[in-house]
């Protein structure tokens, strides 16, 4: 084997262990997830756009999540179908560190976008009477402004880190997608355990920091919601921020899973690793409208109504 990769493209890998009868079903299936992803988080955006009653700072926030999340299944899930469908399995060198760019990007964008939800949230419950002087349209645009642009230099140092590294072992992803792991594997030198450490480090600052605070504001919200007196009033004002909860444990959670696993030596076989990073990846993206939607009282009086008055106008129409 030559000392360095003269190849100018990578192989997309997907999963080792599954069976080409298969390829069909699994492309079909992971499109599906892509139109769930597309269809909901477009629906999402378009019906807050067109509901002056829903363009309030709590809608925004979700408006921002529904663009990070369509983003990172446009950025992930069309290579990986492709491979399935119609046996296109590379992508190009700097292809590849596109997407890793991409997916850790907006990765680190959803972690602070959720910051700012619970921070909405925080404000609403703990000091109500502050809310509307705290929280704007314009300081939650300001806000969800710099959870965009925050991680941009971290992951760009992140890639331009990882070019640095000679690529001297085997062209191929073990991944459905190009992330930093995958792609560092098949580097070699002394730097490469250096650059690791600190893009772990980098990753950790955007997870873990947001993180500190979510958790620090949702225990409070708790407490806050314990010393009520008032169990309806508790009931409501749980059900103010229960979306953003599942919506934030759905991101945290399954993350939490993996790096516990594999911290205590609970290691998974190559196929399950990659099935658990696909689904806590994409699982919440195609989640995340339904959540809106069913949880959220006033996306979901809103949508009933429209249901209601377009049933009425159905019924008025076939009558005449």
């Known amino acids: 084997m030559t000392d360095y990769i003269e190849s100018t493209f990578f192989f997309i890998l997907g999963f080792p262990g599954l069976s080409p009868q298969y390829y069909g079903p699994v492309s079909a299936l992971l499109f599906v997830i892509y139109l769930a992803i597309a269809i909901g988080n477009i629906f999402i955006l378009s019906f807050v756009f067109c509901e002056k009653s829903l363009q309030k700072p709590t809608y925004l926030v979700f408006c921002h999540l529904a663009v990070n999340d369509l983003t990172f299944g446009t950025v992930t899930l069309p290579k990986i179908i492709s491979k399935y469908w119609f046996g296109d399995t590379t992508i190009s060198f700097y292809g590849c560190f ?11 964008v959803t972690s602070f976008i959720l910051l700012v939800m619970a921070l909405d949230r925080f404000i609403a419950i703990c000091i109500p009477l502050r809310y509307p002087v705290l929280i704007t349209n314009n ?4 806000l969800c402004g710099f959870a965009w642009f925050i991680p ?11 070019l640095t590294l000679p690529y001297c072992k085997s062209n191929v992803i073990s991944q459905c997608y190009c992330d930093h792991i995958s792609i560092t594997s098949q580097a070699c030198g002394e730097d490469v355990k250096i650059v690791q450490v600190t893009t772990l480090c980098m990753a950790m600052f955007c997870l873990l920091l947001p993180l500190a605070f979510i958790l620090f504001s949702y225990f409070s919200i708790i407490v806050v919601i314990l010393k009520m007196s008032n169990a309806a009033g508790r009931k409501k004002t749980l059900s103010t921020c229960t979306p953003q909860i599942f919506i934030t444990c759905l991101f945290y959670l399954p993350r939490c899973f993996v790096y516990v696993a594999n911290t205590v030596g609970f290691s998974f076989s190559l196929d399950v690793r990659i099935l658990l990073i696909l ?9 995340n409208p339904i959540i809106y939607c069913f949880k959220t009282q006033d996306i979901k009086q809103t949508l009933m109504k429209k249901v209601k008055t377009t049933k009425i106008g159905i019924e008025i129409k076939f009558s005449v």
Do not use: E, N, W
Request: proline share 3%.
């Open 279 to 287: 689904l806590y990846s994409l699982f919440p993206a195609a989640v």
């Open 98 to 108: 596109t997407q890793m760019f991409f997916v850790h990007y907006l990765g680190s």
């Open 152 to 162: 941009v230099s971290l992951m760009v140092t992140i890639v331009l880190h990882a």
């Open 139 to 142: 300081i939650i645009s300001v």
